[in-house]
């Protein structure tokens, strides 16, 4: 029954998007505005279609109906509801499902934003291409990757469950959803740029009508990074959150193109230059959460994260093929109508900043690319075998990352088109005592090492460039200077600052001891003492649960665990964490007694990070950031001729001190 | 406020007293970061250095983890040979070739900088090189200032300013 | 350079590119011992119980080198084959067992012994195992009488298959 309807609605999807798109098609080609007005039908049966699909397999999962494949596969009698809610994203043909419905979501965001002219070719040709995406998505859906299938039920089958480390801890059901909430968010733009370069209209209209859109995306793509982080390092128990693994490699790379587009788009706002490279920026955007899930799905990289084998491998690499022919070739078929009216006057004006900016952007994802695909190729080319690996990013993303905070605390106070040395020099100067002032205090505390001196004294001077324009702005307009982008961009910033001093204190300063201790044996690791108590269990019928009672400094207890997964057979190690404003203790059950001896040794990892708190609350304040940064600071028209206007802006603009 | 009276304020403070602010916390900046340097934990230990060995390969076994990382049977043996290699007073070199010469030169986390994978370290220098000057040529570019409006543009301008129920102050959101 | 010229050329890497990653897709893993053929490594040193331990002692004679954990189960599983090579060699006299530990401890492996049988001698040296690659146990080597590595076998052995492969090659 869920089999068949599960399958019905796919089908249903996939026939609305193609009719869709190629009736979107025909009308914009024959110039027939009334015969468009019936794609927001077809649309919303593709809506129907992906809300369907979700439903239906959501609802197959709590039936335990195991005559539908993926259920046999992720399912069980045993999961509790939330993990089983969550399983839907635990393996590929699910994940796809989600993908499908967060686009759809997209779609009938866009209708509705939209829906009054939708006459309007610019328009038209969007939802064409959304309709094409989706197209796609039912395609996997109806074909190589169809979660519907229906199955024999062995005898007295139970399930498997989804894999042991997604069911292990809650953030499972959030940071999968907000990731891709990320990733598919940028279609919407990416379809917007497209439709401006088929009907010719390159102007910055477009532009204005997507901005809030690419940030939305952007946030989401960021809280599901930083979420992703923390959950590999809650759940891992590899004590670490970050370790360049081609899938997180995957998912940093739109977000770096993504991140320069933000900033190089406000350069074509307000100068109206750069128009060829902010498409060339959403279409590789887009074009990499593609190439991302096909590096990450079709088993071609090896990863801890790739899910196995699929079969959507070959389809990934088309697609991402015909996304990026489509690109190349739009963008080379315009290529005159995008020439750029105007230069830049200065390298000491914003927008020279903000293209340094899309050079280090740029540099870093090229290094993550380079490093993530290199050894394909290398494999490909001559059979050469070889990894790269955390020491290799580490010294390649190291120099960017400090130039970045550089150009953090510069950019901000530079105005448009032109600076002199006396206007930088009165600017930057309190953004400069407050980058020497964390130094001083940081080598009182007794920090020492130059990079991360360096990432404090840089990241201070970069807080201060956003706190003065914040503090200007809150003076000058009230609450109403912490919204808007520019304002909500400094919050962004200010939580890129707290996320870098994170990082650097929790490597630079961590503390990694692993010690076997007989109960009552103590181990001490950074000035604490770790005393283990005794060992206990517990047993349900999907896991046994063994854990160890640690006493932190004659304190608190606290318990790191390992549980077996009967089912699947796996044992996952539960790491246990005090978490704290200057340091988090980190503790892992490395080697358990194995018959349930209470008098045996234990194999206890303590791993002390200084400061990683600051990076989640980093990556919050980033989200925060983002979201005020959406909230219009002032209304705007999308037709405001901001190209046309250059001359007299710059009279007209008041440059605040 | 304009250009004219910002310069007009940062002239209250005279050119040469703001050079020796600048100065002044320069030497600041830079005597703080060789303290922490210079003055950083003695040499090497050896637990510090079998950490560093264990962070540099890569266990065979388990995707891209380091050694020191993976909780893998074969991670924790290229620990213990770390370990008693470095017991033995082997240097890291002679550590290194011997864990190559057992699983070959995949175990490097560190892509070698010889043979093909040598690109892995020159093509991002080249990338700068290039966006750099690209960056350069760009900003050195003049002639944006004599530029005059389009038909084109004053046509948008035109339609705007037509339908415009708000006036458009060239959007104060933005300004630094 | 016009607009034109650099997507093209940016066309033609990303060509590349996607020919590159559309041939590499689904290489196997080749785990081929690179040893087999090789003059077999040395192995030498103390044994758990306090001998002295020298492969080149057993020129002449097959040896089966084994690699194997406590914690593994299909090491428990091959373990009594172990015992049954180990018998028939010594009366024979033509075939020898020696076991090198990975990743367990001295005690674990006593009374694993004691428990399961077996005489052969066990080292536990880091150094054999990178040397002989081992990945994941069990491992076995099979080394002829000249000291040449002829066979390489991976998840467990039998006795019958062992026999057999030196009958082949006698």
């Not at chain 1, 955390?390 to 390649?396: G, K, L, V």
């Not at chain 1, 990082?503 to 007989?518: G, H, I, N, Q």
């Not at chain 2, 090497?44 to 890569?58: G, K, M, N, V």
């Amino acid at each position: 029954m869920n089999s068949a309807l599960g399958f019905a609605f796919s089908v249903l999807g996939l026939s609305a998007s193609v009719f869709g798109a190629l009736g979107g098609v025909y009308a914009l080609v024959r110039r027939t505005p009334h015969l468009l007005t019936t794609i927001r039908q077809w649309a919303g049966l593709v809506i129907i279609a992906a809300v369907g699909c979700f439903v239906v397999m959501e609802v197959a999962l709590f039936q335990r109906d195991y005559t539908v494949k993926f259920v046999q596969l992720v399912g069980s009698d045993a999961t509790p509801p939330l993990f089983n809610f969550a399983a839907l994203w635990s393996a590929l043909e699910g994940s796809i499902i989600l993908w499908t419905f967060i686009l759809a979501g997209y779609v009938g965001a866009y209708l509705w934003k939209f829906r009054k002219q939708i006459t309007d070719p610019l328009h038209g040709w969007t939802l064409v291409v959304l309709l094409t995406i989706c197209a796609f998505f039912f395609a996997l859906m109806v074909g190589p990757s169809n979660p519907f299938t229906e199955v024999a039920v062995p005898a007295n089958f139970v399930g498997q469950g989804p894999n042991p480390l997604l069911q292990n801890h809650v953030l499972v059901a959030f940071h999968p959803p907000m990731l891709y909430l990320g990733f598919v968010g940028f279609s919407v733009p990416f379809a917007f740029a497209i439709a401006a370069l088929i009907t010719g209209r390159v102007g910055e209209g477009w532009l204005v009508e997507t901005r809030r859109w690419t940030v939305a995306a952007w946030a989401f793509l960021t809280l599901g990074i930083v979420l992703g982080a923390w959950w590999s390092y809650e759940v891992l128990g590899w004590g670490g959150y970050w370790a360049w693994d081609p899938v997180e490699n995957a998912s940093l790379l739109p977000w770096l193109t993504g991140t320069a587009y933000l900033h190089s788009v406000m350069v074509q706002e307000r100068r109206g230059m750069l128009r060829v490279w902010n498409l060339s920026l959403l279409c590789s955007t887009f074009a990499l959460t593609i190439l991302g899930t096909f590096l990450s799905r079709s088993g071609v990289v090896d990863s801890v994260h790739a899910f196995s084998e699929g079969g959507v491998g070959p389809w990934m690499l088309a697609f991402f093929a015909v996304v990026s022919a489509v690109s190349v070739g739009l963008i080379a078929w315009r290529g005159d109508r995008l020439r750029s009216p105007g230069a830049i006057d200065s390298p000491l004006s914003r927008e020279a900043s903000f293209l340094a900016n899309n050079v280090i952007f740029g540099a870093l994802a090229f290094v993550v690319l380079l490093g993530t695909v290199f050894p394909l190729l290398a494999e490909a080319y001559d059979d050469t075998r070889l990894t790269i690996g955390r020491p290799y990013f580490d010294s390649m993303a190291r120099p960017i990352a400090f130039v970045m905070l550089f150009l953090m605390a510069a950019a901000p106070v530079l105005p448009w088109r032109k600076a002199s040395g006396e206007l930088l020099s009165e600017r930057l100067f309190w953004p400069a005592v407050i980058g020497v002032g964390s130094m001083f205090v940081a080598i009182v505390l007794g920090a020492r090492g130059f990079y991360p001196m360096l990432t404090f004294g840089l990241g201070g001077f970069a807080a201060g460039a956003a706190l003065r324009q914040v503090a200007l702005a809150t003076r000058r307009q009230g609450w109403r200077g912490f919204v808007g982008r520019t304002n909500g961009g400094m919050i962004v910033h200010l939580g890129v600052v707290l996320l870098a001093v994170g990082v650097a204190s929790s490597e630079a300063y961590k503390t990694d001891r692993t010690a076997t201790l007989l109960p009552g044996q103590s181990m001490e690791v950074a000035g604490h003492t770790f005393t283990y108590d005794s060992f206990a269990g517990d047993e349900t019928s999907a896991r046994i649960k063994i854990w160890a009672n640690v006493r932190i400094d004659g304190d608190e207890v606290y318990t790191p665990a390992q549980t077996r997964y009967t089912q699947r057979g796996m044992i996952v190690p539960t790491p246990s964490v005090k978490p704290g404003f200057t340091e988090d203790l980190f503790l892992v059950l490395d080697d358990a007694p194995r018959n349930g001896d209470v008098t045996a040794p234990i194999r206890l990892r303590v791993v002390v990070r200084p400061m990683i708190t600051w990076l989640w609350a980093g990556g919050a304040l980033m989200g925060f950031g983002s979201l005020l940064a959406i909230f219009p600071g002032r209304r705007r028209r999308g037709t405001e001729p901001v190209s046309a206007a250059v001359t007299t802006a710059a009279e007209r603009d008041p440059v605040p001190a | 406020m304009s250009d004219a009276t910002t310069t007009a304020k940062s002239s209250k403070r005279s050119l040469s007293a703001q050079l020796g602010l600048w100065i002044a916390l320069a030497v600041a900046a830079v005597s703080m970061l060789s303290i922490a340097t210079f003055d950083d934990r003695g040499p090497e230990t050896t637990e510090e250095r079998i950490q560093r060995l264990s962070d540099s390969f890569a266990c065979p076994e388990c995707d891209g983890q380091s050694v020191s990382e993976s909780n893998a049977a074969v991670a924790a043996t290229i620990r213990a040979l770390i370990r008693d290699r470095v017991a033995e007073g082997m240097s890291d070199t002679e550590i290194r070739d011997e864990l190559i010469r057992g699983y070959s030169s995949d175990v490097l986390l560190n892509p070698p900088s010889e043979g093909i994978s040598a690109l892995v370290w020159i093509l991002p220098v080249v990338f700068v090189v290039f966006g750099v000057g690209g960056w350069i040529a760009a900003v050195r570019r003049t002639g944006g200032g004599t530029r005059t409006a389009t038909d084109d543009d004053r046509q948008l301008v035109a339609d705007a300013l037509d339908g415009g129920h708000d006036t458009p102050d060239g959007g104060r959101d933005d300004a630094s | 350079m016009s607009i034109r010229r650099i997507a093209l050329s940016v066309g033609a890497v990303l060509t590349l590119l996607i020919v590159l990653l559309a041939v590499s897709g689904g290489t196997e893993d080749s785990q081929t011992n690179a040893l087999l053929g090789q003059r077999v490594p040395l192995i030498q040193g103390q044994t758990l119980d306090g001998q002295d331990y020298d492969i080149d002692a057993s020129r002449g004679r097959w040896v089966v080198v084994n690699f194997f954990a406590t914690w593994c189960p299909p090491c428990i599983v091959e373990h009594p084959e172990l015992v049954t090579i180990e018998r028939i060699g010594a009366e024979t006299g033509q075939i020898d067992v020696v076991a090198n530990v990975f990743n367990d401890s001295p005690e674990n492996v006593a009374e694993f012994f004691a428990d399961n049988g077996g005489e052969w001698p066990v080292l536990s040296d880091a150094g054999v195992a990178v040397e002989f690659q081992i990945r994941r146990v069990p491992e076995s080597f099979l080394i002829d009488p000249f000291g040449v590595v002829r066979a390489h076998y991976t998840g467990g052995v039998t006795a019958e298959q062992i026999l057999g492969d030196i009958e082949a090659m006698s």
